[in-house]
């Protein structure tokens, strides 16, 4: 630590508890008003709870953190392996991210089920769902840091007569460790959410059981602290990464998780047909490995539905009508209740971000903020706003837009810094407003980071809402998959299953579509070239 | 593995080389058929317009760019042979340190990629060469782009290669540094025998260092001027400086049509 960062620890220090006192005494005063209505408790009873359970909460808290961790291990080692395949097959890039997004896309709320059936009891279905949860947000950051560095630096490497592997040792390793890092800081709030719901799906012990007891009880006064502490405890995750990576790699630069799109290039013909064939490719191999893993480990078909299963049950079955219909009701009431959520939470980070280049002087306080709630898992903050807005549509509503308002606020406040400091310099040379300066150079700056949140944001959206269904409202695929699974209809519950995932990949793809259009519009220079 | 024989460079003969990149309609024709061919030990600057194809020849000598159609050979082998014997340094327009590297595990990743024995002795001899004593744990950012600049030239010496192939690698460096690099480096390099060419915008640099000045028109490369300075010029301020005005002159002017060349190489 430097003399000058060792001397500012106190104050640091002071701002922190000054912060902390800030939003106890806010919070206190919103549990008196809202005293007697199942909303809200207060900090003291919360405290009161967490000294009064503390062996209970610590007891899941390790369960939890155990099974999180060993998923977080589990997901990031297949995020490497499936980035060091791309690099050895670059022509391979494109199929194995989307088969990996297909995979990401898999709701966890019903993967969950199937997964306890599969594993019995035990840890392995929490495991399995933390490996789930974060596995893509590591291999799509590393895709771009493994492929990030100057070409000078590989043109000297071959200079020598070396090949790939002084190139991977010399410089990929190390160029790709920010991004790695930016992946895991990110990755490890989401094992321990991944963690959570695997807990929901008939686990004994865990932060996830914990909630969902407390839940159904209606106390309050546990749901709170159980959230406070599965959020304090992710956002100690993200920062000891952060502090860990300061170590390693000192000057990291501010990174965007995603890659950057190819433009729109041939004709129209043309590109459709690429997609058509990439989407077909997808399709026949995320298919043969579903089929493989049934078949490898010899699963029994009652719980265990292959693909052809799932076409006779919503194709050839005779009742195939009532099961498509029953599927589709499900689906309208998810989709009407995603999209709204999704826009408001989206648009809204994206205007707060906006509003703070406007107002440069308060970005310093919420980034830190809005970086820390990001890191809070949708499964504690579900109940809590179950319960102060109801279990109705507002209710749902909002817990999709807070999933989706966090990423898109830090993404676009990073992106919104993108913006070329020399040019911004010579606008101000001209005395040109700050209104458009943010139209002609921090916008278009941001939009590579704002669509990279709309793309990352479509299957986490979709989490949430099938998290807030399966917990609260009993309407839509959420609270299909949850009464599939308690019922045993398993051809429903899979079918449930490849409708979310489909539908996720679909959206991820079209905001994909959106993002490519709109900047070989207003921004082409952001396209990759 | 030992020390590379000698660092006594070898003759580079290009034969008919073109390159070319993209296809069809958004091919871009960047170096028009070329041949010549630079002596054991010489040291070449090559001049031209922005953009007219000499950093494309460089790489292809030094087995980066495969040439569309055409041969480089470099006593009689080809790049890759030598790219295997470690025979080839580069110095960049930036400078392509490893951020993560200090100065001195930059320059002894030099060592190690071209197969040679570590050597924290000549390391240190290379980084107080270039004037860097004292920096030798410094990482890239805690430097100045001159600094960093004179850590690529170390990082190309400490190897002792045959070859020195230099992409305009003062073009980001301050007038004054630049000077100063002008005047300490070449000696190091002339003493080996390395055969270098360089990369240059500037005419005045390519007189004050070199002993040919070849002459490039714009894109696709054709060879407009190809002038061999004489020693006694290059020690004569007065001459070194006329000379380069002279050719700056016939470059503004239109080369071909002032009819310079031939003056010039007489002169």
């Known amino acids: ?57 610590w007891r899941a808290l390790v369960v939890t953190a155990q099974n999180a ?87 000297m490497i071959r200079l020598y007569g070396r090949g ?34 695997g807990e929901f799906t008939g686990a004994d012990r865990g932060l996830g059981v ?121 689906s309208t009431a998810t989709l009407v209740q995603v999209v709204p959520g999704y826009l408001a939470g989206l648009f809204l980070g994206a205007g ?23 890191s809070v898992p949708i499964v504690t903050t579900a109940p809590l706003i179950v319960l102060a807005l109801g279990r109705g549509a507002v209710g749902t509503i909002t817990i999709v837009a807070v999933m989706t308002f966090f990423p898109a606020l830090v993404a676009c406040i990073q992106g919104l810094r993108q913006a070329p400091g020399q040019v911004l310099d010579l606008m101000r040379l001209y005395a040109t407003n700050p209104l458009a300066q943010l139209w002609h150079a921090q916008i278009p700056a941001m939009l590579p980071a704002f669509f990279a949140a709309a793309r990352l944001s479509v299957p986490a959206a979709i989490l949430a809402v099938t998290v807030a269904e399966w917990l609260a409202t009993g309407r839509g695929l959420g609270a299909l998959m949850a009464m599939t699974a308690s019922t045993s209809d398993y051809n429903l519950l899979w079918s449930a299953i490849v409708v979310v995932a489909v539908g996720a990949a679909f959206g991820y793809g079209l905001v994909g579509l959106i993002e490519r259009l709109v900047l070989a519009r207003v921004a082409p220079e952001q396209l990759r070239r | 593995m030992a020390e590379p ?46 953009g007219c194809g000499k950093s494309t020849l460089l790489r292809m000598v030094a087995g980066l760019e495969q040439p569309s159609s055409g041969t480089i050979n470099l006593d009689g082998e080809t790049p890759e042979v030598l790219q295997r014997a470690g025979a080839f340094a580069m110095a960049f327009q930036d400078a392509s340190l490893l951020p993560w590297r200090s100065v001195q595990g930059n320059i002894a990743l030099a060592r190690r990629l071209a197969r040679l024995r570590a050597d924290p002795e000549a390391v240190a001899e290379m980084i107080a060469r270039v004037g860097l004593a004292g920096f030798e744990d410094a990482r890239p950012a805690e430097l100045s782009g001159g600094m960093r600049q004179r850590v690529a030239i170390a990082r190309c010496l400490v190897t002792n290669p045959r070859v020195l192939l230099l992409d305009e690698p003062f073009g980001a460096v301050d007038e004054l ?17 390395t055969t270098c060419l360089m990369v240059t915008h500037s005419v005045r640099e390519a007189v004050a260092l070199a ?42 002017q239109g080369w071909d049509e002032a009819g310079t060349a031939e003056r010039l190489a007489a002169q």
């Open chain 2, 211 to 252: 002993d040919r000045v070849v002459i490039f028109s714009s894109r696709p490369a054709e060879i407009v001027g190809d002038i061999a300075i004489p020693e006694e010029a290059r020690s004569d301020k007065a001459a070194r400086l006329a000379l380069a005005e002279e050719v700056s002159v016939a470059l503004a």
């Open chain 2, 5 to 50: 024989m000698s660092a006594r460079g070898p003759e580079i003969v290009c034969e008919a080389v073109t390159k070319s990149f993209g296809d069809g309609p958004s091919m871009v024709e960047a170096v028009a058929p070329l041949s010549l061919s630079f002596a054991a030990g010489q040291m070449a600057a090559l001049v031209g317009p922005s």
């Open chain 1, 210 to 330: 914990l909630t969902l007891r407390a839940l159904r009880a209606l106390n309050v006064e546990a749901t709170w602290a159980i959230a406070l502490v599965a959020a304090s405890v992710s956002m100690v995750a993200y920062w000891a990464i952060g502090w860990l990576a300061d170590r390693i790699t000192p000057s990291r630069p501010e990174i965007l998780l995603a890659t950057t799109p190819a433009p729109v290039r041939g004709p129209m013909a043309q590109r459709a047909l690429r997609a058509l064939v990439l989407g077909l490719a997808t399709t026949v191999i995320v298919v043969a490995l579903w089929w493989l893993v049934m078949e490898a480990f010899s699963l029994n078909r009652f719980f265990a539905k292959r693909p052809d299963d799932i076409w006779h049950y919503l194709v050839t079955a005779p009742n195939a009508t009532a099961h498509r219909a029953a599927l589709w009701t499900a």
């Open chain 1, 69 to 155: 961790a060993w998923g977080f291990l589990a997901g990031n080692l297949a995020a490497i392996g499936l980035a060091l395949i791309v690099l050895m097959i670059p022509q391979s890039r494109m199929l194995v991210a989307s088969v990996a997004l297909v995979v990401f896309c898999l709701p966890l709320v019903a993967t969950g089920p199937v997964l306890r059936v599969l594993y019995g009891p035990g840890p392995g279905p929490q495991i399995t769902l933390a490996a789930l949860s974060v596995y893509y947000t590591t291999f799509i950051p590393l895709l771009v840091g493994l492929r990030a560095a100057p070409g000078n630096w590989f043109d």
């Open chain 1, 1 to 57: 630590m430097t003399a000058l960062a060792r001397e500012q620890w106190p104050a640091t220090i002071g701002r922190v508890l000054a912060s902390v006192a800030f939003v106890l005494v806010l919070w206190h005063l919103a549990a008196l008003t809202v005293a007697g209505s199942y909303m809200l408790a207060g900090p003291v009873v919360v405290a009161q709870y967490l000294v009064e359970n503390s062996s209970l909460i």
């Open chain 2, 177 to 193: 540094t630049r000077a100063r690099l002008n005047t300490e480096l070449p000696p190091l390099w002339k003493a080996t025998g």
């Open chain 1, 352 to 374: 707060l971000a906006l509003l703070l280049a406007l107002l440069p002087i308060l970005a310093g306080g919420v980034l830190p903020v809005a970086i820390a709630l990001r």
């Open chain 1, 164 to 197: 790939a592997w002084s190139a991977f040792v010399h410089v990929r390793i190390m160029a790709a460790m920010p991004y790695l890092i930016a992946g895991l800081q990110v990755a490890a709030p989401a094992a321990f959410l991944g963690a959570m719901v």
